[in-house]
């Protein structure tokens, strides 16, 4: 099928925006993850991520990315997933995610990692 390119806008089911800006020949990149919602009161800013993805020629690519929520948490979400070409042609970003909260102490570590699935599709 078509080789899966991230670049370009994804939305999720929660409302998150995420802009893949370029795609080396490597399959680095980098964008911004643009969250809809955030465990914190501080106002949400746009924020870095950095990944890679794998360039095969059957397009479905898998690739992971990490998101530093710098700007107003102190936390860090990885995310791993499929391109997958849907029926009508359209793509859909299969993921899986861990996000790290810092706590403040070794007792509570047991506590600071979530973990979900999303799906994005293109805006
Ligand atoms: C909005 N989200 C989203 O689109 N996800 C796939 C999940 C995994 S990253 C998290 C947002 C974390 C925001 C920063 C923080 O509150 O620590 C949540």
């Known amino acids: 099928g078509k080789l899966c390119d991230l670049t370009?806008?994804?939305?999720?089911?929660?409302?998150?925006?995420?802009?893949v800006l370029k795609v080396d020949s490597e399959g680095n990149f980098s964008g911004e993850y643009h969250t809809a919602v955030s465990s914190t009161d501080k106002p949400i800013q746009?924020?870095?991520?950095?990944?890679?993805?794998?360039?095969?020629?059957?397009?479905q690519c898998t690739f992971g990315f990490?998101?530093?929520?710098?700007?107003?948490?102190?936390?860090?979400?990885?995310f791993v997933g499929q391109c997958f070409s849907g029926d009508n042609g359209n793509e859909?970003?299969?993921?899986?995610?861990?996000?790290?909260?810092?706590?403040?102490?070794?007792?509570?570590?047991?506590k600071a990692t979530r973990t979900g699935h999303n799906t994005f599709i293109r805006t």
């Open 92 to 110: 859909v970003l299969q993921t899986s995610w861990l996000l790290r909260e810092k706590v403040d102490s070794l007792p509570s570590d047991w």
């Open 8 to 19: 370009g806008w994804w939305e999720n089911d929660l409302g998150s925006k995420m802009h």
């Open 66 to 78: 990490t998101v530093n929520w710098k700007k107003f948490s102190d936390s860090t979400a990885v």
């Open 46 to 59: 746009p924020s870095p991520l950095v990944g890679s993805q794998h360039l095969d020629k059957d397009g």
